[in-house]
């Protein structure tokens, strides 16, 4: 079974400055897919950015990028240039890939709280 | 494109009660289904998936079941509720294998 890992609860960030969000994760499996996920306070669930496992580069979706290190399962997110609106709980999720077509199923850390201070 | 609803927003039900939520899928066929709960101070925790009509998978035993009588809808449900059962609901779907799920708006529960 995998297991996700994210040991920080709470940070707090300047608005326009940098933070990384840690996460690792326990596998077996060689193939697989990571993610992070928003949830502001309307609760809604919302794909911030996405690392396939086989690619060495590492994922960017404008101000978020991830710094994946596989041998180390280590996978965290940066946000620079923080904006109030980042203000959410985020959380890593992990999915095996399926060759069968059957199902996708995500494994998702406890998750942190980010505070975006103006 | 496609859309997810999911409804109600908020439920309070007393302990013993039935419960029926529901989730819609619209602007795909055959989309992979999915249950999850939220508790307060933990992660997403997978309940049911379903991967086509009238097929469930319990990810977790416990005192809720899932049902899909037609291709975009999934219904959680239960027969008697816990205290235990309280927590936000979250349905997601997924078009294909090895992509994203997409959640809907959610529905947070309490059960007095």
């Known amino acids: 079974a995998q297991t996700v890992t994210q040991s920080q609860p709470e940070m707090s960030v300047q608005e326009a400055e940098t933070v990384t969000l840690s996460c690792t994760y326990d596998?077996?499996?060689?193939?697989?897919?990571l993610f992070w996920y928003k949830q502001p306070p309307s609760r809604q669930m919302i794909l911030v950015i996405r690392q396939e496992a086989y690619k060495q580069q590492n994922a960017t979706e404008n101000r978020f990028s991830v710094n994946f290190q596989k041998a180390a399962k280590s996978f965290s997110l940066k946000i620079s240039d923080s904006q109030l609106g980042d203000t959410a709980m985020y959380f890593c999720?992990?999915?095996?890939?399926?060759?069968?077509?059957?199902?996708?199923?995500?494994?998702f850390g406890k998750g942190i709280t980010l505070s975006v201070r103006p | 494109s496609q859309t997810i609803h999911q409804w109600p927003a908020t439920l309070v039900q007393p302990v013993g009660s039935p419960l029926s939520l529901e989730c819609t899928v619209e602007g795909t066929s055959n989309p992979n289904l999915y249950w999850y709960r939220q508790a307060a101070g933990r992660g997403l925790q997978l309940l049911f998936y379903?991967?086509?009509?009238?097929?469930i998978s319990s990810e977790v035993p416990q005192n809720l079941s899932a049902s899909r009588p037609q291709d975009r809808q999934f219904i959680l449900s239960s027969k008697k509720l816990l205290l235990s059962d309280s927590g936000f609901y979250l349905c997601a779907w997924t078009a294909l294998s090895n992509s994203p799920l997409h959640f809907g708006n959610g529905t947070r529960l309490t059960v007095t």
């Open positions: 596998t077996s499996e060689s193939n697989y897919y």
């Open positions: 379903s991967v086509g009509i009238g097929q």
């Open positions: 999720a992990f999915m095996k890939t399926s060759h069968t077509g059957a199902n996708s199923k995500l494994t």
